[in-house]
Structure formats: structure tokens, C-alpha cells
């Protein structure tokens, strides 16, 4: 059974950057697409980014598209959201997660396998 561990959350200022991990532990996430999702307050969970396999293809909502780049190394079984040029809408809990036998790379309830969330609070 895989884990998920997500962390480098934080409190910062709009403008700053950060750099979410997430980290895989019991199974390899190798072969599985994986994606960063976000939920705020009284809000429902939406899509951040997702990443192919092999790392070779990405998806962003449009709201993130330029700032937030998705990456990751198989060989750590670990994938990373790095934030740049945040915003105060940008305050969520950021949860990744793996892409289970679903067919879209959107919706949460394509994805089988979460993990407990990072808090990342943006201040003005």
C-alpha cells in the first residue's frame, strides 16, 4: 500500500515562492500519473497540476499556469509543485495524490491515493 507525505507548506507574503514535495513510501509511484490538488476554506477540492509517468507531460489549471511548475523524480519516488509569484487566492491545503484507473486528470475522483495535505497560507 502506498503513502503519500506531503510538506513544505508554510506562511508566506504574496510574491514569494515555494516548493511542496510529496513523497511516495510502500510502493513505487513510478508508473502512475500523479497530481497536486488544493482545497480552501468552504471551498470544494479543485485541480492544480499533474504529471505524466515519465515526467514528460504536464497539465496545469489556469489559474496556476506560468507560476506553478510540477516536476518529479522517479528514482525518489517524489514529486514536486514549485509555487512562484504566489497570490493570496493561493491559500489552500495542497494535497498530492495518484492518478488511480480513472480517465481524466481533473477530477479528484480519478485519483485513489491522497495524501494528509501541506497548509499553504499566502498573506498580502
Do not use: H
Not at 95 to 118: E, N
Amino acid at each position: 500500500q502506498v503513502q503519500l507525505v506531503e510538506s513544505g507548506g508554510g506562511l508566506v507574503q504574496a510574491g514569494d515562492s515555494l516548493r511542496l514535495s510529496c513523497a511516495a513510501s510502500g510502493r513505487t509511484i513510478s508508473s502512475y500519473v500523479m497530481g497536486w490538488f488544493r482545497q480552501a476554506p468552504g471551498r470544494d477540492r479543485e485541480f492544480v497540476s499533474s504529471i505524466s509517468w515519465s515526467g514528460s507531460s504536464t497539465t496545469y489549471a489556469d489559474s496556476v499556469k506560468g507560476r506553478f511548475t510540477i516536476s518529479r523524480d522517479n528514482a525518489k519516488n517524489t514529486v514536486y509543485l514549485q509555487m512562484n509569484s504566489l497570490k493570496v487566492d493561493d491559500t489552500a491545503v495542497y494535497y498530492c495524490a495518484r492518478r488511480g484507473t480513472g480517465l481524466t486528470l481533473r477530477r479528484p475522483s480519478d485519483y485513489d491515493v491522497w495524501g494528509q495535505g501541506t497548509q499553504v497560507t499566502v498573506s498580502s
